[in-house]
């Protein structure tokens, strides 16, 4: 769905809330040209208490630490960036909603350098459902290991989350879609398992769970945390800082993906190979049950990881 089909209108920039159609830049901007620009991405619930933005302290952690190789100081602080956030979806009246916070070099000179372009921050709330697909999170999909390799930690940081890196997550994903695949996993320079374009990914053996460490050029995402805490919590052993090669995703028991977006997804097939039996597994249901459980409050547990609106 489109965002003309959405009932937005406000965006917050650079400490003004202002018009959906009037957030505006220049297409000269720096960002724009170089990819230098930081964002994050987090869900708010609708909960029995209103809507409830989850682990957002950690997001905003996230993005002041993303800013730091690129020396980009962001001039605002994490409690008016909350401030802002909070506002913007009461302002429109959001009940569960996507958020967007970015902040990029923008309009002054076009050096590769940034020079005096000034940092612009801005976020963005829109409604999102289920980002792969209504009947991903029941079902599962099937990716393939896509033929782009994730940059290494050598060459850019991996662990900021940077507008630039999307570029080679667009071509992963891409190839798979062209390809009649939902998603891609990708692999690091190494040739071991690294992340999805856009999630984290775990497998299942034996009862136990597996995830690529994060010196695997993956994103230290927040729902992987969460989802090791809630593993550790239901009593699995979670081994998170493993390589994972290309062939144990044949001979996984179990495979699924998260994301702030993708949630806990199931994967069904790898490259036309069936996980598991073919349908979402046992220790992937009851993480993937908990963890709604958790986020839209039918639990008083984890209550610190809520920022309610
Ligand atoms: N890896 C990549 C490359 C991502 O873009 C994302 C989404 N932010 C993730 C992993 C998952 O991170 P999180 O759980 O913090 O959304």
Redesign the pocket.
């Known amino acids: 769905m489109g965002f003309d089909e959405m009932d937005v209108d406000t965006i917050w920039m650079d400490g003004e809330f202002v018009d959906w159609d009037d957030a505006q830049i220049h297409v000269l901007t720096h960002g724009l040209h170089y990819g230098s620009g930081i964002f994050?991405?987090?869900r708010c619930y609708d909960t029995a208490e209103g809507p409830a933005i989850f682990?957002w302290e950690?997001?905003l952690e996230?993005f002041f630490q993303s800013a730091k190789p690129y020396e980009m100081e962001i001039e605002f602080t994490a409690a008016e960036l909350t401030e802002a956030t909070l506002e913007l979806i009461r302002r429109q009246d959001l009940a569960s909603c996507y958020i967007r916070p970015i902040a990029f070099y923008g309009y002054e000179s076009l050096g590769v350098s940034p020079g005096d372009c000034p940092t612009k921050t801005a976020i963005a709330a829109w409604p999102w459902g289920t980002y792969l697909g209504e009947d991903a999170l029941e079902n599962g999909i099937d990716v393939m290991v896509s033929s782009w390799r994730k940059h290494a930690s050598s060459q850019i940081p991996?662990n900021a989350?940077t507008t630039g890196?999307?570029v080679n997550?667009m071509l992963a994903g891409e190839e798979a879609r062209r390809n009649g695949y939902a998603e891609a996993i990708v692999l690091n320079k190494e040739g071991d398992v690294a992340?999805?374009?856009?999630?984290?990914l775990f497998l299942v053996r034996d009862g136990e769970i597996y995830t690529p460490g994060l010196s695997e050029s993956?994103?230290?995402?927040?729902?992987?945390?969460?989802v090791i805490t809630l593993a550790e919590d239901l009593g699995y052993t979670v081994h998170d800082n493993v390589s994972i090669s290309r062939g144990e995703l044949n001979t996984a028991d179990e495979l699924f993906f998260?994301?702030?977006?993708?949630e806990v997804t199931p994967i069904r097939k790898v490259d036309n190979v069936v996980v598991g039996d073919g349908s979402r597994g046992p220790v992937t249901e009851e993480i993937q049950s908990t963890f709604f459980e958790v986020v839209e409050r039918e639990t008083d547990e984890y209550d610190e990881w809520f920022q309610y609106v």
Not at 195 to 200: A, L, R, V
């Open positions: 994050e991405g987090a682990r950690e997001h996230r991996t989350k890196l999307y997550s992340e999805g374009p856009g999630e984290n993956i994103l230290d995402g927040i729902t992987r945390d969460t998260t994301g702030s977006a993708a």
